[in-house]
């Protein structure tokens, strides 16, 4: 039996202890008038915390940092990263704090994270604050992803400071609670390595491998093996953004989580219209975080890992490279049959049909996307209904229907299942115009559309009537999205 759930929370602070010099012990700014917008309840239940208690001015406070349990030690995080390219060592937690450690009722730590709690040593020229709008679109879209089943941060609450934020203009102020299985990032690597100091590298890989891959700690080479786990498993985080047509937009090695869950809710977006080339950060000019070049990104970020363990592989520098280089080889395959397999289930296709005949023809429909501008997620729903009979759904919404039918009749001669495809291809995303309609109303203080919205993306599988809305391509009238970094 769990324990009960209780207001008690009691802080482990393993990520300070094990890395003191890359936590350095902060407190958050005041709120002046705290007001809950958002608590995700089954979470905060997993976390062994009463849901009653968090929506009590106490558990505000402890969802802002400006109350916490005693003897906690909320700690600002260090790290280096590459942005666009370039490597920046002195990045961190500019505007989030580390509260610490939960153990959840599955016995697993979780970090309790803040962000938008106020100005840090890191925070540069920034103000430390984010706004009510951009938390609360990463608590629609974290939540989706995880409905979806795509490995992410969690979003916990979301609180209203009652403090403006000057943007463009004035904006609500908010707090994001994050929970994650730790927040180390590829740029928590470079900062250790940067650092020059062996001792602390050595013993954030320790903690990596405790955290994270608890089984590799006996290996022959541990560091090489964590390096090929996180690598194994940054291949199927990204094969599977690829499949849900989520475009990241900052994947800057700082934005690179360890534990391979998605992290940073910045400036991402779903795919409407099928479009490999598809940029929606209003700063990605190059589109080097573009649709298609995700894989790449990850491959090039975990060359930037590797080089960071090389002094851990192996004494002699010769036999490191080679051992990383060989491991970094790894993931194009890896990356590929994780996709592959995806695409497999996305078009029903059992298990014996060979690659060599599931691969053009997944290539093939997405030329067929492309070229039509299609709508990805409706029309990989709608093939369900065209095995069912009713080739509408999908049919109808490519201009050469010709091209469609035959492809229709290579894949339909392969018998795929209908139901199986109905548990994998999503009928509900966070679709850009609709989470962009939500902010907007809770941005003006009506939070029931952003509810309603959460509630109908808690269950993407499922199809339900009256929700037609929810599951259509976005409006002629909506024009190009834009997002933005740092809001
Ligand atoms: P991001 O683009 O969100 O990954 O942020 C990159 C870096 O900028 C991190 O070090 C953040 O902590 C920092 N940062 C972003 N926005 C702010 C802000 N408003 N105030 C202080 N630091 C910020
Ligand atoms: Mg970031």
Redesign the pocket.
């Known amino acids: 039996m769990s324990a009960p759930l209780t207001s008690r929370v009691t802080f482990d602070h393993r990520f300070a202890r094990d890395l003191p010099e890359m936590a350095v012990p902060w407190q958050a700014e005041s709120a002046p008038e705290p007001r809950l917008l958002a608590l995700d309840e089954s979470l905060a239940e997993q976390l062994g915390l009463d849901p009653a208690f968090l929506r009590s001015p106490a558990g505000l406070a402890l969802l802002t940092g400006t109350a916490v349990p005693e003897g906690a030690t909320p700690v600002a995080q260090a790290?280096s990263?590459h942005?666009f390219g370039s490597f920046n060592p002195g990045?961190?937690?500019?505007?989030?704090l580390l509260l610490g450690e939960l153990t959840d009722t599955d016995g697993q730590l979780r970090d309790l994270h803040l962000k938008g709690s106020g100005?840090?040593p890191?925070?540069?020229?920034?103000?430390?604050?984010?706004v009510v709008g951009p938390m609360l679109r990463e608590y629609l879209v974290s939540e989706a992803m995880h409905a979806l089943g795509v490995p992410t941060t969690r979003a916990l609450a979301v609180v209203a400071t009652g403090r403006d934020v000057r943007r463009e203009t004035q904006l609500p102020g908010a707090v994001l609670a994050r929970v994650a299985s730790s927040h180390l990032r590829v740029g928590s690597f470079q900062f250790a390595a940067a650092s020059g100091n062996r001792d602390l590298l050595t013993r954030l890989a320790d903690h990596a491998i405790a955290r994270h891959h608890p089984s590799i700690a006996g290996a022959d080479r541990p560091y090489l093996a964590l390096f090929r786990a996180v690598l194994s498993a940054q291949a199927a985080l990204v094969a599977r953004w690829m499949l849900v047509g989520f475009v990241h937009g900052?994947m800057?090695t700082?934005?690179m989580t360890v534990s391979s869950e998605t992290i940073?809710y910045?400036p991402c977006a779903f795919l409407d219209r099928f479009d490999s080339s598809a940029v929606f950060s209003s700063i990605d000019h190059g589109g080097r975080y573009a649709y298609a070049n995700q894989p790449l990104v990850a491959e090039w970020n975990l060359a930037r890992l590797a080089e960071t363990l090389l002094p851990l592989i192996d004494t002699d520098q010769e036999q490191a490279v080679k051992l990383a280089v060989a491991a970094l080889e790894e993931f194009r395959p890896q990356y590929s049959a994780a996709w592959l397999a995806g695409m497999k289930a996305k078009l029903g296709l059992p298990d014996d049909v060979a690659d060599e005949i599931a691969s053009p023809l997944a290539d093939d429909v997405l030329t067929l996307l492309q070229d039509n501008h299609v709508d990805y997620t409706s029309f990989f729903r709608g093939l369900g209904s065209v095995v069912r009979g009713d080739a509408r759904p999908a049919r109808d919404q490519v201009l050469d229907v010709a091209g469609f039918d035959a492809w229709a009749e290579r894949w339909l001669a392969l018998h795929p299942d209908a139901d199986a495809m109905d548990r994998v291809n999503p009928v509900y995303i966070p679709r850009n115009h609709l989470v962009e309609e939500a902010l907007t109303a809770a941005t003006a203080g009506d939070l029931e559309p952003l509810e309603r919205l959460h509630g109908v993306l808690a269950h993407p599988f499922e199809e339900r009537p009256g929700l037609e809305r929810y599951a259509a391509g976005a409006p002629d009238d909506f024009g190009a999205y834009t997002t933005y970094?740092?809001t």
């Not at 990045?91 to 989030?96: E, W």
């Not at 890191?122 to 984010?130: E, K, N, S, V």
């Open positions: 790290y990263g942005q990045l961190g937690d500019g505007r989030a100005r840090t890191f925070a540069r020229g920034g103000d430390g604050l984010a900052v800057n700082d934005n940073d910045g970094c740092g």
